[in-house]
């Protein structure tokens, strides 16, 4: 079975310091790999996906992500973080063909100090 | 656009009582979820429904029941609540399945309601 670990459940960083959020998952073959933020009272964004290709992803508010298959890891990474960035972020990872099943992590909670 | 319409936003129940989330999404897809988030649990998957007609059971489907009205529409049923129900309870659609071949880089990308919080005491 699919699973995702994220492996820092509360992350503090300064504002303009760089940013890097773990992700490891589990599964045999080429994952789908998303990464998703949700801010306090919200429901969720989708911040970048991977699905081949290209191993670094950029996606949106500046964040870009590195697939490493001998790690089985896709980190998410901010070269400078915003206090706008404090939220919460989710790994997910979706496997088989046609697959509806998107597998969450537990999350990841950022606070960024002023 | 509205995207994701759940209601109600919250809502208190005592256990036993019945209650139904209802869900709406304008962006005419295909797929729509019913997730559940829990403290340190992450977000786990109740029911799904691939197309309009069919539904099929995700990770946690025990006391809950759903209905894919129209292509439009999902609810979430609690039949008789639980203080385990407790929870917040998000709706998303996703014009394809989140693991397909695309014929756009948008299509299978969930796209989340605000999230209905729920207590049962």
């Known amino acids: 079975a699919q699973s995702v670990t994220q492996p820092d459940i509360h992350i503090t960083v300064s504002e303009g310091a760089s940013l890097e959020l773990r992700c490891n998952y589990s599964?045999?073959?080429?994952?789908?790999l998303f990464w998703y933020v949700q801010s306090p009272g919200q429901g969720l964004q989708l911040l970048l996906k991977?699905?081949?290709?290209?191993?670094l992803v950029q996606g949106i508010k500046g964040f870009e992500a590195e697939f490493k298959r001998s790690q089985s890891s896709f980190n998410l990474r901010k070269p400078s973080v915003h206090w706008s960035d404090a939220a919460e972020y989710f790994c997910?990872?979706?496997?088989?063909?046609?697959?509806?099943?998107?597998?969450f992590g537990k999350g990841t909670k950022l606070s960024v100090i002023p | 656009n509205a995207g994701v319409t759940q209601t109600p936003k919250f809502q208190v129940l005592k256990t036993g009582q019945s209650m139904t989330l209802q869900c709406a999404q304008d962006m005419n897809h295909n797929s729509m979820y019913w997730y559940r988030q829990d403290p340190g649990m992450g977000l786990r998957l109740i029911y799904y429904s691939a197309s309009e007609g069919t539904t099929d059971k995700g990770e946690v489907p025990n006391g809950y029941n759903v209905s894919r009205l129209n292509k439009r529409e999902f609810s979430l049923r609690l039949e008789s609540a639980a203080p385990s129900q407790t929870s917040v309870y998000f709706c998303?659609?996703?014009?394809?399945?989140?693991?397909?071949?695309?014929?756009?880089?948008?299509?299978?990308?969930?796209?989340f309601g605000a999230g209905s919080r729920l207590t049962v005491l």
């Open positions: 599964y045999g073959a080429t994952p789908y």
């Open positions: 991977y699905f081949s290709g290209d191993t």
């Open positions: 997910a990872v979706c496997s088989g063909a046609g697959s509806y099943q998107l597998t």
């Open positions: 998303a659609s996703s014009a394809r399945p989140p693991r397909q071949k695309i014929t756009y880089s948008g299509a299978n990308v969930l796209t």
